[in-house]
């Protein structure tokens, strides 16, 4: 027989005797003479299957725990109680402290389970043993009785919804069967509805009632989904709400967060029938009160707003966990923080025409006497037209005889009359030659209060804003400090022409002299070189200081 010929079976050639061997991988392929492959049909290639693994005796199960089979051949169920006392056990083994976890049903069974199941197994709560100190929970893997709940609260992240064991908790309560919570200890508890709770500050709802549930506790996850914010820290927690009150604070006390919160129940008849508890949450929070005095005193006084932060964060070691309340007012800081406040402004005009009310101030005394030696300057400013006018005086003593003169001067010229003058309390205004004169002619004198310069604003702005008018002229011509008199006359006398009063629309010069401009007369030449300085009250010239007499006087000038 030629090479590449014979007989071929396409079908299954295991069984046929005339079927050639097929070609291992590393035999060659045949070819012809001339190099190229053979048009001869190749036979199909055939591996042997892997032989398939056989667990050794010593082969653990990672799902069951149990030997001799994988876990993918497990036929163990996820919601065996056995699986759950394995998974407890390491647990137990593996953290040496308090945890809390609340599981909601989502485990995969690979077996189907049947309603029943799924009705009466809602969740599981497992607790570890706590060793050390400062154990603050149950120290047995079991639940503790009903009777003995408290006012403790342990905050879970894994939770998903706030549970208490305690129906006197809840108020608002609705009673709704939600199916059952399954402990560690394989004895489901009902949860029979839902209500709400409240310390007398801040109100919590959503909470489940578990009955027969020997611990009470907070779901971090329930807090955020209405609204809250949770802060954690190494040494603790806080809940706040949208106005970044805090609501709850929380302790670490190993692996465990807790933290005290007294639920108060909002119906009389919950008051009535626990009367014994609610006197004992009344004495805790009178203790309270006094522990945050306390504290108040130590730390200097200091708000309670910053303590509380001081609380929430534990900075401080020795604090009390709790909020720190204030309920009364603190004397000592009434009397060392009290402040005024702001004085509002005056709405109503009182003046309604010039000279109804002159406000008057005494500045003073001046480092440096003017150039004719005064040393005070009195400020006269008309309320209705804010117009101003200026005495300089040598003393303080002279100040009632000026403003007797002024009175008698500027009720000739306009031909009104003063009807009110209002001071401050200094002896300069409140003197009997001068309310012996008022009271002769029928003229009001008004005081303000005390140490309250803002009930006599209107002569106290009108100082500053003469002040530093002549203060920034001095500072750019750079003359003597005793031309300040000159400086203020000057500053007084272009205000009195340029400012405009918003009520009325017009300068204060128009309002009083009742014309529109300045009549200066003529101008007549001056043989003598002088330095202008300010304007003249009694005539209508100017200032001039005289370089060669060095004098100032009183000329027209071009």
């Known amino acids: 027989m030629e090479r590449g010929k014979g007989n071929y079976n396409g079908g299954d050639q295991r069984g046929s005797s005339s079927s050639r061997q097929a070609p291992r991988e590393d035999q060659p392929i045949p070819t012809d003479q001339g190099g190229q492959k053979s048009s001869q049909p190749q036979m199909p290639m055939i591996q042997n299957p892997a032989p398939q693994q056989t667990p050794s005796p010593t082969t653990t199960c990672y799902k069951c725990g149990k030997l001799e089979h994988y876990a993918k051949d497990c036929t163990v169920k996820y919601k065996d109680a056995a699986y759950f006392e394995k998974k407890a056990a390491l647990l137990r083994k593996k953290e040496k402290g308090v945890a809390l976890l609340v599981e909601e049903e989502n485990w995969v069974c690979e077996e189907e389970s049947s309603d029943e199941d799924d009705h009466m197994v809602k969740g599981l709560c497992l607790m570890a043993d706590f060793e050390g100190p400062e154990a603050v929970g149950p120290s047995t893997y079991q639940d503790i009785d009903a009777s003995e709940v408290n006012h403790v609260w342990y905050f879970d992240s894994g939770a998903y919804t706030h549970m208490t064991g305690q129906r006197?908790?809840?108020?608002?309560?609705?009673?709704?069967?939600?199916?059952?919570?399954?402990?560690?200890?394989?004895?489901?508890?009902?949860?029979?509805?839902?209500?709400?709770?409240?310390?007398?500050?801040?109100?919590?709802?959503?909470?489940?009632?578990?009955?027969?549930?020997?611990?009470?506790?907070?779901?971090?996850?329930?807090?955020?989904?209405?609204?809250?914010?949770?802060?954690?820290?190494?040494?603790?927690s806080d809940v706040n709400d949208e106005d970044n009150n805090v609501v709850l604070s929380t302790r670490r006390n190993g692996n465990l967060y807790s933290t005290v919160f007294r639920s108060i129940p909002q119906t009389y008849r919950q008051f009535e029938a626990l009367s014994q508890p609610i006197n004992a949450i009344c004495l805790l929070s009178k203790a309270s009160k006094e522990d945050s005095w306390l504290w108040h005193q130590r730390l200097c006084h200091q708000n309670f707003k910053d303590m509380n932060k001081l609380v929430s964060k534990c900075l401080v070691k020795g604090l009390p966990e709790t909020r720190l309340s204030k309920d009364t007012l603190c004397l000592a800081c009434e009397q060392g923080k009290m402040k005024r406040n702001s004085h509002p402004p005056r709405i109503d005009k009182n003046s309604k025409s010039p000279l109804d009310m002159i406000h008057m101030d005494l500045c003073g005394p001046m480092r440096v006497e003017s150039l004719a030696r005064k040393k005070y300057m009195l400020v006269l400013v008309d309320e209705f037209s804010r117009f101003t006018w200026l005495e300089f005086l040598r003393a303080k003593s002279d100040a009632a005889d000026r403003i007797i003169a002024f009175i008698k001067r500027i009720q000739v010229l306009l031909g009104r009359r003063v009807k009110k003058l209002r001071g401050d309390n200094g002896t300069e205004f409140r003197n009997a030659k001068l309310q012996s004169f008022l009271e002769d002619v029928g003229i009001s004198h008004n005081f303000s209060v005390v140490r309250t310069p803002e009930q006599n604003g209107v002569v106290e702005m009108k100082n500053r804003t003469l002040v530093e008018a002549a203060r920034s002229m001095m500072a750019y011509s750079g003359v003597a400090q005793a031309f300040w008199a000159e400086a203020v006359s000057t500053a007084c006398y272009t205000q009195n022409r340029t400012l405009i009063v918003k009520r009325t629309g017009k300068t204060a010069y128009e309002m009083v002299e009742q014309h529109n401009r300045d009549d200066l007369g003529k101008f007549e030449p001056k043989s003598d070189e002088s330095i202008f300085i300010g304007y003249s009250h009694n005539s209508k010239t100017y200032r001039n200081l005289n370089l060669e007499q060095q004098v100032v006087s009183e000329l027209e000038i071009r």
């Open 168 to 236: 006197s908790f809840l108020f608002d309560y609705v009673e709704r069967f939600e199916g059952y919570i399954k402990t560690a200890d394989k004895t489901p508890k009902p949860m029979l509805g839902y209500g709400k709770i409240t310390d007398g500050r801040y109100i919590i709802k959503d909470v489940r009632y578990v009955k027969g549930l020997g611990y009470n506790m907070f779901s971090s996850s329930q807090f955020c989904d209405n609204g809250y914010w949770v802060k954690q820290f190494l040494y603790g």
